[in-house]
């Protein structure tokens, strides 16, 4: 590569090496101390190849005036490279990282970034530290110890009104007991549960506010359904069992329906449907000792449980008796689960399989105990949609089957749930067989249902209900869902409900408003077949729900049902058993209901 260097007009030929290229610097630097402004500077830069046009490069020399502006120049450079140098420094030593820590002599030098942290004995740090998680909850550090405190209170206030018809006496086809508008405590209890040596959990709750049928009578009297304190939670369970998943013991819910499952701190409605008081969980609550086991899929897109347990209404006392096995099952599949369950659909089937509760049909009438010998029997009936007494068998029964002897029973229920975001929908049937039934004499003979005359055979009884609720939160939220059981579980509100006032002169109200939730449920019961008329339901209820926060909430409902129900109740005379005239107790029953509920 050849260079023609040029000052003003006199042009000079050189070959571009070491020492002309000082050279070159050196006249640039005397035409700029002689402070020749008119003279231009250009490097032209000439290929080696004749054919190649020349390039010329513009001189740095070429935009200065004279040595003055040079030496500024060069300042101002060096001044802003030690700026930056300073700059770079700075946000070296921000992002430094940390220091990596010695190597392990034992292991030679080498590294060990990824060794695996020490081994942790099981047990070995009980240390709790507490928080609040909905409840009061204390927790060590690896997690394998855990205890929860909390319970519930729910106080109800309702309101009735019904046409005639339901409105007579029991012996002519009117409920049994009576209507009444009423304050109460519907549950009032205290639960304990936690976790030990990290596979082990336990859970004891017990209610303060019921009545328990202390003789397991088919008709208890108020005399034999004292306020007792009732069990319900009472178990321990073992996870990551291989094969058998979760295996709890104790007194627990069997694996039979979804709302059965489902927590009373965060139901739909102020009450279950009717297929609860007939089918899922009669005279006990919903709860049976026995055990079950529970597990699911990697995915936890479909679940299992099934259990054995003992088909009693008192879960401890002397009345047990000898029989009474009952086998449940439940199969779950989640065709669709998105965003923690936010959208899903839930669909599962359940199944029950049992020999007939053993009941005593006769009792002293000084000491109130059961005399003669227990048969297996049934009786299928139902509250209403608002309970108008304390918890227990005092309330208005809406159907009644009467007591039906029979051999055995089977049970099916179906379930059919979605969620999509505010929105939810929950549904369920259930069906019951009692095989080779036969009427009987237990309990008043005019006791609503017992239509044929005691002792008839009436073959298999086939008795039916389900229910179908839609949902909407007004608010935005979302409900819930629980893959350990297969439940929706606590909903929590965006906001929580607060009104204060605000500073300043003006003392401005500042209000958050809680979640408000809609809900409509149609509801349905019919034990009515062949013979045995025990009456058919046709319901509704409206309800709206204010969560003031996660752990209380308001719920205001209005139910009416239509009861469709012919009694012809069988007196005695001269020691024999013969019919009364027929009575219609159908009609319309109306009510209105509240309810403050807070759990802790």
């Not at 008709?219 to 990551?240: F, H, K, N």
Request: with cysteine; proline share 7%; net charge negative.
């Amino acid at each position: 590569m050849r260079a023609l260097r040029t000052f003003g007009r006199q042009p000079m030929t050189c070959c571009l090496s070491y020492t002309g290229a000082v050279w070159i610097a050196l006249t640039c630097v005397a035409g700029l101390w002689w402070a020749a402004p008119t003279v231009a500077v250009e490097l032209v830069v000439l290929p080696d190849h004749a054919d190649a046009q020349p390039l010329a490069i513009e001189s740095v020399a070429s935009g200065f005036g004279s040595f003055a502006e040079v030496s500024e120049a060069v300042e101002a450079e060096r001044q802003r490279i030690t700026a930056l140098e300073t700059r770079l420094k700075e946000l070296e030593q921000k992002t430094a990282p940390e220091s990596l820590p010695a190597p392990d002599k034992t292991t030679g030098g080498k590294d060990d970034a990824n060794k695996p942290p020490d081994p942790y004995e099981i047990g070995t740090d009980p240390a709790y530290k507490t928080k609040w998680a909905n409840t009061f909850q204390a927790e060590s550090a690896n997690k394998d110890f855990r205890v929860k405190i909390g319970g519930r209170s729910q106080v109800d206030a309702v309101a009735f009104s019904a046409a005639p018809s339901p409105n007579q006496p029991p012996n002519q086809g009117g409920l049994d007991p009576e209507l009444a508008d009423t304050v109460a405590l519907r549950r009032a209890r205290l639960r304990i549960e936690g976790r030990m040596y990290e596979f082990y959990d336990w859970a004891c709750e017990y209610d303060f506010v019921n009545q328990l049928n202390i003789n397991n009578e088919v008709y208890p009297t108020e005399r034999d359904s004292g306020p007792v304190t009732a069990v319900t939670d009472l178990w321990m369970q073992i996870r990551d069992v291989p094969l058998l998943g979760t295996v709890r013991v104790g007194n627990q819910k069997d694996p039979f329906g979804y709302e059965h499952l489902t927590s009373s701190r965060w139901l739909n409605f102020m009450e279950r449907s009717f297929s609860q008081d007939a089918f899922e969980g009669p005279f006990n609550n919903g709860f049976l000792p026995g055990i079950q086991v529970m597990n699911s899929n990697e995915e936890g897109d479909i679940g299992w449980q099934v259990g054995e347990f003992k088909n009693t209404s008192n879960p401890f006392g002397f009345s047990n008796s000898s029989g009474g096995s009952m086998t449940v099952g439940r199969l779950v599949w989640l065709p669709i689960y998105e965003d923690e369950g936010r959208k899903l659909l839930h669909t599962a089937i359940s199944g029950r399989t049992m020999q007939p509760r053993r009941q005593y049909t006769s009792f002293d009438k000084t000491t109130g105990l059961p005399n003669g010998d227990p048969v297996d029997a049934v009786r299928f009936r139902t509250r209403g949609s608002l309970r108008n007494g304390p918890p227990g068998p005092l309330n208005s029964i809406y159907a009644d089957s009467g007591l039906l002897q029979g051999t055995w029973q089977n049970m099916l229920g179906l379930e059919l749930v979605g969620n999509n975001g505010p929105w939810s929908f929950q549904s369920e049937y259930f069906g019951s067989w009692l095989y080779n039934a036969t009427t009987t004499s237990a309990g008043p003979l005019a006791t609503n249902g017992i239509q044929p005359a005691p002792g008839t055979k009436v073959g298999t009884v086939f008795y039916q209900g389900g229910y179908a609720e839609v949902l909407y939160f007004l608010t935005g939220e979302s409900r819930t869902y629980s893959k350990m059981e297969y439940r929706f579980d606590r909903p929590v509100p965006h906001n929580n409900f607060y009104a204060v006032r605000g500073g300043g002169s003006g003392r401005r109200l500042n209000v958050s408003e809680g979640a408000w939730q809609v809900g409509m449920r149609y509801n349905y019961l019919c034990l009515s077949d062949g013979q045995v008329n025990g009456g058919v339901l046709n319901g509704m209820t409206l309800g709206l729900n204010w969560l003031l926060n996660p752990n209380a909430r308001l719920y205001f409902n209005y139910d009416f049902t239509y009861r469709d129900f012919q009694s012809t109740p069988f007196n005695k005379v001269n020691g024999v058993v013969v019919p009364s005239p027929s009575y219609d107790g159908s009609g319309w029953i109306h009510g209105l209901g509240t309810r403050l509920a807070f759990d802790f």
